[in-house]
T-cell receptor
Framework: NAGVTQTPKFQVLKTGQSMTLQCAQD?????MSWYRQDPGMGLRLIHY???????DQGEVPNGYNVSRSTTEDFPLRLLSAAPSQTSVYFC????????????FGQGTRLTVV | GNSVTQMEGPVTLSEEAFLTINCTYT??????LFWYVQYPGEGLQLLLK?????DKGSNKGFEATYRKETTSFHLEKGSVQVSDSAVYFC????????????FGSGTRLSIRP
């Protein structure tokens, strides 16, 4: 029972490099989201998707792109990495968002040098 | 706007002590309220939830009551264990804001044997 799988777990990038953080879920959930976790700031929403082909911006979308071509996958792309994007990134999915729980991946710790 | 405010951490207690972590919220509608827990090196997982006023969520000895009059959802446990050491996040979801979970900043709890 995999749940939400994120890869990689750790990544170091140089400023200006691009990369994609992968997220996959096997629960047939319609809703998927990306958050970043920074000390003292809790989790902040980057982008989210309410279903395949539909994405929208969250609280802190600048510097990130997403796409949702399938129900299962929701990759997050960093276009040109900056030190301010050093953070822990979490992907989450849920069946709906009103009363049901969100399931989180184990996170990706990204360092931009 | 909509927001969640948690008590500042870290909180350090001895084993078997009583725990309270305060959480208050501001919301324009009628939110569902959640407590998530993050154990070291892991993603967040749902601890308990309440979907309407006066509901009590409970799990693993933890409880929280949805208090609309004080806009609060304080987390309590009568006797904590070392294994409860983790970061606790209070969160809300509004029906009108699909996929947008609003998190508090988190409270780190450490339990001494």
């Amino acid at each position: 029972n995999a749940g939400v799988t994120q890869t990689p777990k750790f990544q170091v990038l140089k400023t200006g490099q691009s990369m994609t953080l992968q997220c996959a879920q096997d629960m047939n959930h319609e809703y998927m989201s990306w958050y970043r976790q920074d000390p003292g700031m809790g989790l902040r929403l980057i982008h989210y998707s309410v279903g395949a082909g539909i994405t929208d911006q969250g609280e802190v979308p600048n510097g990130y792109n997403v796409s949702r071509s399938t129900t299962e996958d929701f990759p997050l792309r960093l276009l040109s990495a900056a030190p301010s994007q050093t953070s822990v990134y979490f992907c989450a999915s849920s069946r709906d968002t009103v009363n049901t729980e969100a399931f989180f991946g184990q996170g990706t710790r990204l360092t931009v040098v | 706007g909509n927001s969640v405010t948690q008590m500042e951490g870290p909180v350090t207690l001895s084993e078997e002590a009583f725990l309270t972590i305060n959480c208050t919220y501001t919301a324009t509608g009628y939110p569902s309220l959640f407590w998530y827990v993050q154990y070291p090196g892991e993603g967040l997982q749902l601890l308990l939830k309440a979907t309407k006023a006066d509901d009590k969520g409970s799990n693993k000895g933890f409880e929280a009551t949805y208090r609309k009059e004080t806009t609060s959802f304080h987390l309590e446990k009568g006797s904590v264990q070392v294994s409860d050491s983790a970061v606790y996040f209070c969160a809300l979801i509004l029906y009108s804001s699909a996929s947008k979970i609003i998190f508090g900043s988190g409270t780190r709890l450490s339990i001494r044997p």
